[in-house]
């Protein structure tokens, strides 16, 4: 398929989801597009390259984006974002949020949910005092295939190793032969949908922790600012927001202030603060 085809569908894919695929990458685009291909009965990228041209229907051109985005993730991904929540973070919203017991978390390209499920057990198994609050947690993502299957919480072997404690496993998960399951005490916890960041919904606003990692290194520059900015707008004052460690350049706000020693944790600045800054 010539360069220009390439190019044509990864500029597709920037329209739709804000994701820049970069030359370098451009070799995923048949691998990822085989089982599209398949599905709908295209011969090759070629005809379908053609059908997109001449206004095909949005649920191919969707389902191109949501195969072109990429899904890497896993258990308690790095740790330390998981430890500074644990023993900084989550003890100050506990003691900032003790009249009104109510939590608002929003995991933005939530994937196939390691990470919001992460979050989840942390806070079952570390905070036995919030068993009783209100926590309005959320996870999306672009991609409607990840998000059901996040939603059922199944994991392969090799998934649940990658990062889970064992206590976890045997805690918070069933066996089901050759798979594993959240338990419902954890799923429960979580509203998964389906989002694109290109459009925010009126319940991303008073968010405590906003978890979105290995997401921006994936947008140009001037949509992760527009992003960036969003996600300011969603967070309560002293608010989190958790990005990738090496997305720890990718927000020049001065409102959005650098946790100590976190690479890629910032906390929304008091009012009194940004109006002295």
Not at 201 to 214: E, G, V
């Amino acid at each position: 398929m010539s360069l220009e085809r390439v190019q044509y569908l990864c500029k597709i894919v920037e329209d739709k989801v804000g994701l820049h695929l970069t030359d370098d990458k451009m070799y995923l685009v048949e691998t990822r597009l085989a089982p599209v291909l398949e599905k709908h009965g295209y011969a090759n990228l070629e005809s379908l390259d053609r059908d997109l041209r001449i206004g095909a229907c949005q649920t191919i051109v969707t389902e191109v984006a949501e195969a072109l985005v990429t899904h890497e993730t896993l258990f308690f991904r790095d740790t330390y974002p998981y430890t500074y929540l644990e023993k900084l973070y989550i003890p100050d919203i506990i003691g900032r949020n003790a009249k009104s017991k109510h939590i608002r978390i929003w995991c933005a390209g939530a994937s196939t949910g390691q990470e919001p499920y992460s979050l989840a057990m942390l806070i079952r198994e570390k905070f036995p005092e919030l068993h009783d609050w209100r926590i309005d947690f959320f996870a999306t993502d672009v991609s409607s295939q990840v998000i059901e299957k996040a939603e059922q919480g199944i994991f392969s072997h090799f998934e649940i190793q990658r990062g889970l404690p064992v206590d976890y496993v045997l805690k918070y998960f069933e066996s089901q032969g050759k798979t594993w399951q959240v338990k419902p005490v954890i799923r429960n916890m979580i509203s998964f949908q389906q989002q694109n960041l290109q459009s925010f919904n009126s319940y991303h606003d008073n968010i405590d922790i906003l978890m979105c990692r290995n997401v921006m290194l994936y947008f140009q520059p001037g949509f992760r600012r527009m992003i960036i900015d969003e996600f300011h707008n969603s967070l309560k004052e002293k608010g989190i927001l958790i990005l990738g460690n090496t997305e720890a350049s990718m927000s020049n706000r001065q409102d959005l202030i650098p946790a100590l020693n976190q690479a890629g944790i910032f906390i929304k600045a008091s009012a009194a603060l940004q109006q002295a800054s």
